[in-house]
């Protein structure tokens, strides 16, 4: 990413990756975006993009901002990729039939069987906290659940999805951050996990009426290649559970600290959802992610050179207060956060949006109807990942209803 690149940004000396930026990287996300359009990121030589509308354009401008060429900085024009691109890092027309078999398999009427299963053990883990009172909401509840529902969802064994899912998704998604030492850190720790996963999503190792096994239908009935659904399998789980784990530790973390918001979901539970959205808005598990260009362009004023990598911080994008007013910085569970870029947009907005969704309803749904209060009880450990945002650790006490 480095070299004598020629551009006309306002040149930025800060590191949003540093250990400081990243446990709390909203002061700095505020000077980037009151610095102009774009800046020049000087100690990586890459334009970044944290305005909601630019991040809002290049996102859904897939033939200028491609994602083929790698959704990190490594440009796979020019170096290997890590591993053999799927739907997240491809272009059409690669990424349509990838893409039309994963939303057909992650569709609203494959979630309305899954809901019993994720209420059944949503009453067990909520059993679990009410009774302890004290607990840590991210190793034993955030975690907990998807660890259990999804991978259950997508069919794969149960022994040795702790030790193995949560390190690989965190190796995963460094890759779309700059290859540094916490992304090496990353790396070393979820090597062990390659062999696992890949045989949990082995056909003969799914269970028959699973995710995977949908996904497997889709390469007999011709419509992908067998090598494309073992990658796709791949891909829900490298993409599907860190983040929603993320982000239920973080709308308990949000919610925890703001017992008048806490209050508000009491008296009126229908805005379990809106609670959920803001969260993601909040505080946004994916926070940063690269594209690079097809043609040089003129992106409202900024020039970008051909085949160049650019980074867009959705996380920024979510806390603009061009977009979300003067109040952006608050957590309200009663703000329309529909439309935050949490998701991402375009035609790689998360496939994955309906199971995340059902997953959190379905949890907080159980918590808030049961329990009357929710507060911290010792300090929280931030997560420090290139990528990702979250908790390692959170504390909290609650009192059943
Ligand atoms: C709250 C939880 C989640 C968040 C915040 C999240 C976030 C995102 C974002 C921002 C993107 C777009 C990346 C880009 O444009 O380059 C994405 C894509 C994707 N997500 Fe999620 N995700 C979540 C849950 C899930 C789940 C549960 C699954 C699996 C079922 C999943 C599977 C995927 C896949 C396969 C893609 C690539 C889609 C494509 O390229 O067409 N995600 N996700």
Redesign the pocket.
Known sequence: MSGEIEHNLPVMEDDPYSAENLADPYPLFKRMRDAGHGVWLEKYGVPAFTRFDMVREI?VDHATFL?GAG?GPRNYHHQPPWRKPG??D?DPPM?TP??TA?ADV?SPRNMRTLREGFQTFATELVDRILDEREFDAITEFAEQF?LRV?GDAVGIPRAGRKENLLAHGAMNFSQFGPEDARYEQYMAAGAHTVDWVTNACARENLTSDG?GAKIWAHADAGAIEPEEAAV?VR??LS???D??A??IGNTAGCLASRPQQWARLRENPRLVRFAIDEA?RFE???QS?FRTTSRAVDFHGVRLAEDSKLVVF?GASNRDERRWGSDADQYDVERQAGGH?????????????P??RL??EVLFGELVKRTASIEPSGPPVPFLHNTLRGWVSLPLRVVPA
Do not use: K, N, W
């Open positions: 996102l994602s959704v739907i997240l491809s990424h990838l893409r994963m992650v998807p999804f995710l796709l891909a829900l993409a599907g559970l983040t929603t993320l982000s993601l946004s598990p994916f992610f959705p870029l949490a998701f991402g947009m375009g035609i790689h907005q998360c496939v994955g949006q199971i995340a997953e959190s």
